[in-house]
């Protein structure tokens, strides 16, 4: 009986070797030369038994067998080989053992693999396959690190009990932890991996992983030494190196650690500095890392700068969707410029924004995706280059399927109705752009994983699929507010369901654990201290029928206030002040001057009650006061795309909220009342009158303005803009801010009114916002201490203000952007004022702060966060600067 010995072996971690396939390691170099002499001298013998065949003998399978160290049952194992009972093979040589060797080595299961010739009966053959299991995972142990990162390696690298040990997962590992730490500056980072086989009762292969890190000590760099510079200074191309820094105490935002992926692209913008100063041929020669000692190097490159170029003619060849002219201006580069390679490319294709003004834009918003825009030096003769721009434009591209994955709670007409991607329309980048920001500012999913792909890209008919591609967030949220101000601590509990789905609210099925997909919103509200409590319910669509970007809203509210005893303290519940409000508004988004603008509109209508509730504001304790008001607004919001951190764009809002005119046509002699009432004044507050006297002036003056405030009669604007701009890194972002409000009358007799007043300072939680009145923040004061003050008695009005500016400045930086917590910090400098009379204002007279904090944002709490400001200013009674103060938010956005 012939023995054919078809066999593969691994080492012990799994490196593979194939015989039949004629992949060997020198490891078995050898022994495989033997073998292969073997098969041959099989082959030889087999052939002069049977001169008709070549390279081998057909059998017919009578059987395969199992055995070795493996767990796996053996018809699985012989099923999966392919190997089939009564099926014809060819050995030595054939395809079916060939393949049945390399089937179960591409399982990555085994460890060795070895195809037998048992017996042979006539034309019969009967194989055997022995297996070696690769080990299976016991236990992780890894040593040199925190504690607290352990379970990050084991999770990031699937070390997971049961998986099976191979090579490739050793070599990953190792290599994971050593990208790892050199990243954060550990250059000598040096890992190493052992197994340790476990002996147990158990007769399944296995064994301990032991991962010993040694991070060794941070390395920085002490120095980056440039030679051969001599037209661009040793800092300006430090300055180019965006992530390799030497070291320098003063600076924080980027240490100077080594990390060399870093490093070599560094180099590539060193010389792009060049390029972008006219020296195209610059080069470097070489470059040299210096081993200083064991917590310092130093890099040292050596440059050649070439000579001077300028643009000479641009010519563009084979366009025909644009002219010469308009393509011209695109490019925005003319002859005689100081030649900049990296600037021509950007104007021609910036792959670093997906909405940046160039060329290839240009006819990819146009349908053109296939089209391909390729500068070519045509001359570079006295270094004047002249530059053809050829232009390949192909046939303009429409969109086929337009499909949404990843969404399991919102209904997909939710989304579909946001994207600006409609089937059988021309391809347009900037489309693509606009619908992931609009998927983004939903805030139905995490903005930074939204990822459009082209599918089914078909050149030739000119048609591609796109597959948007979402992750969803947790929409609703448990709104939860805190802050001390106004004399206690004021609390806020709500619910706040931002993709509630209206129509399911009666379908029980639907409660998980409430009716959501729609995109409505449902807000329920609790505020309270121990002064005031609140309770509100609001609810929004934003496609009204469904049809159109019209939004509807409503809400209703019922507020109840207390006056504050001052000589207990506390609140006095006799006397109260009660708002019941309603408001209803609708929101069109516009199409001129373009389709970023909403037009929204709005009428309220609230009672205010008073019971004995004498105030500084309020003359008449007894009494009610009534405003339907109407309210329009256009704001314009594109930034982009991630509504909690947003990193480009700009918004802004003016808004005009107005009442009727009552004192044109009421009849009501408000000149009358005003003399009757400030010879009212004049005897309350004349000390020489007898107490009846004055009681009854100040009655008079209660029933005046009580008529002047039966029907609220007013005009308030507010403006407010902020922009987001990119620094040096992508996400380091500087967003300045602008706000403005001013509250006026129609008649100057009939006198501003007490409500819908400003109150300036601190961090702008939402106090006594019953009145109408607007807090805003300004850190580093206490809250609503930057009142107007009487010049008269140079003391603070507690009233509030009809007039406010305020001018900030912040610097935000991310931590992380996470799907479930996003965090960053921030510094920032802000100023403001509020006035009483425009006679007064000055914007430039303001109190100042400046300070930083930071914000945490999770999706069943929202927005959270800490900020610790210096007021640079005396407040009244005060005789240096305020100092600090502390701010926590929850729940503010800034």
């Not at 052992?194 to 920085?220: A, F, H, P, Q, Y």
């Not at 294709?349 to 030096?377: C, H, M, R």
């Not at 530059?387 to 994955?405: C, D, L, M, S, Y």
Request: charged content about 25%.
């Amino acid at each position: 009986m012939r023995l054919l010995n078809i066999k593969n072996e691994r080492d012990d971690l799994g490196k593979q070797v194939n015989n039949l396939t004629n992949t060997t390691s020198l490891k078995t170099y050898i022994k495989l030369c033997i073998a292969a002499l073997y098969i041959l001298t099989i082959g030889f013998n087999a052939n002069a038994q049977n001169p008709s065949s070549s390279g081998g003998k057909t059998y017919i399978l009578g059987g395969v067998s199992v055995s070795g160290n493996t767990s796996f049952n053996e018809q699985t194992i012989v099923s999966y080989s392919g190997l089939r009972t009564g099926q014809e093979v060819k050995i030595p040589g054939g395809d079916e053992t060939a393949n049945a060797i390399k089937k179960l080595w591409s399982s990555n299961l085994f460890s060795d693999v070895e195809l037998f010739m048992k017996r042979i009966e006539g034309d019969t053959a009967y194989l055997e396959i022995q297996l070696a299991d690769l080990p299976q995972l016991n236990e992780v142990k890894v040593n040199g690190v925190k504690k607290g990162k352990i379970d990050e390696i084991i999770k990031e690298n699937k070390l997971d009990k049961g998986t099976k040990v191979t090579e490739n997962l050793i070599t990953t590992t190792d290599n994971y932890l050593t990208r790892k730490y050199q990243k954060q500056g550990f250059y000598n980072t040096k890992v190493n991996i052992n197994m340790l086989e476990v002996t147990d009762s158990l007769e399944i292969s296995r064994v301990n992983m032991v991962v010993n890190v040694d991070k060794g000590n941070k390395v920085k760099i002490k120095d980056i030494i440039i030679n051969g510079n001599e037209k661009i200074k040793d800092k300006k191309l430090r300055k180019s190196m965006k992530n390799t820094k030497q070291i320098n105490p003063i600076r924080f935002l980027k240490r100077s650690k080594y990390v060399e992926e870093d490093y070599h692209e560094d180099l590539t913008s060193l010389i792009d500095k060049y390029k972008e100063n006219g020296y195209r041929d610059a080069r470097i020669l070489s470059d040299t890392l210096i081993v200083n000692d064991e917590k310092t190097i130093s890099l040292e490159i050596n440059l050649e700068e070439g000579e001077l170029y300028e643009f000479g003619n641009i010519e563009f060849i084979g366009n025909t969707v644009y002219t010469n002219e308009e393509l011209s201006r695109f490019l925005r580069i003319k002859k005689g410029d100081t030649y900049n390679g990296v600037l021509l490319q950007k104007r021609i294709q910036d792959n670093s924004k997906p909405d940046a003004d160039d060329i290839s834009s240009a006819y990819q918003n146009n349908g053109y995706l296939f089209s391909t825009i390729t500068p070519v030096e045509v001359s570079a003769e006295n270094n004047v280059i002249d530059i053809q721009v050829r232009i390949t434009e192909g046939k303009p591209a429409h969109f086929n399927h337009i499909k949404v994955t990843g969404n399991d709670r919102t209904n997909d007409h939710v989304i579909y109705r946001q994207l600006f991607t409609r089937p059988g329309e021309l391809y347009s980048k900037q489309n693509i752009v606009r619908s992931v920001r609009e998927l983004g500012q939903l805030g139905f999913f995490d903005a930074q994983q939204i990822d459009p792909k082209f599918e089914n890209v078909n050149p030739q008919e000119s048609t591609l699929d796109i597959n948007y591609n979402v992750v969803e967030t947790g929409s609703s949220q448990i709104e939860l507010q805190g802050g001390y101000g106004g004399g206690g601590f004021i609390g806020t509990l709500g619910l706040a369901f931002n993709n509630f789905s209206i129509k399911n609210i009666f379908n029980k099925e639907a409660y998980k654990p409430v009716p959501m997909g729609d995109g409505q919103k449902l807000a329920l509200r609790l505020q309270a201290s121990r002064f005031y409590q609140t309770y509100s319910f609001s609810f929004s669509e934003p496609w009204l029928g469904g049809k159109k970007p019209v939004q509807f809203s409503a809400s209703i509210s019922q507020t109840k206030q207390f006056l504050y005893d001052f000589q207990t303290r506390r609140a006095d519940k006799s006397k109260s002040f009660n708002i019941t409000g309603i408001s209803l508004g609708l929101a069109k988004r516009l199409q001129v001057p373009d389709n970023y603008f909403l037009l929204s509109q709005a009428v309220g209508f609230q009672i205010y009650d008073l019971k004995n509730y004498n105030t500084g504001l309020f003359t008449f304790g007894n009494g009610s006061s009534r405003s339907l008001s109407y309210t329009v607004g256009l704001s314009r919001d594109n930034t982009a795309i991630d509504p909690i951190y947003p990193v480009s764009g700009s918004s802004f809002s003016a808004t005009a909220k107005m009442t009727l005119p009552y004192s044109m046509f009421d009849g009501v002699d408000y000149s009358a009342l005003k003399q009757e009432r400030d010879q009212a004044e004049a005897i309350r507050d004349n000390n020489s009158n007898t107490e009846a006297e004055r009681q009854e002036a100040a009655d008079r003056i209660g029933e005046i303005d009580q008529e002047r405030y039966k029907w609220l009669e007013f005009y308030k604007i507010n403006f407010k803009a902020q922009w987001y701009t990119q620094l040096i890194t992508k996400n380091l972002v500087l967003r300045p801010s602008v706000e403005f409000g001013f509250l006026g009358a129609y008649n100057n007799d009939r006198g501003v009114i007490p409500f819908e007043r400003y109150f300036l300072g601190g961090d702008g939680m939402g106090t006594y916002s019953l009145d109408g009145r607007e807090t805003i923040a300004l850190r580093g004061y206490p809250n609503q201490s930057l009142q107007p003050v009487d010049a008269a008695t140079n003391t603070t009005v507690n009233d509030g203000a009809a007039i406010y500016n305020k001018f900030s400045l912040e610097l935000r930086y991310p931590i992380t952007l996470g799907a479930s917590a996003k965090i960053y910090g921030l510094a920032f400098m802000e100023g403001g004022a509020s006035y009483n009379h425009f006679r007064e204002y000055n914007p430039f007279n303001i109190y100042r702060s400046a300070g930083a904090g930071v914000r945490i944002w999770m999706q069943a709490f929202g927005l959270l966060g800490i900020d610790f400001g210096y007021g640079f200013d005396p407040l009244i009674g005060e005789t240096g600067s305020h100092g600090w103060e502390t701010h926590f938010i929850i729940g503010q956005q800034f």
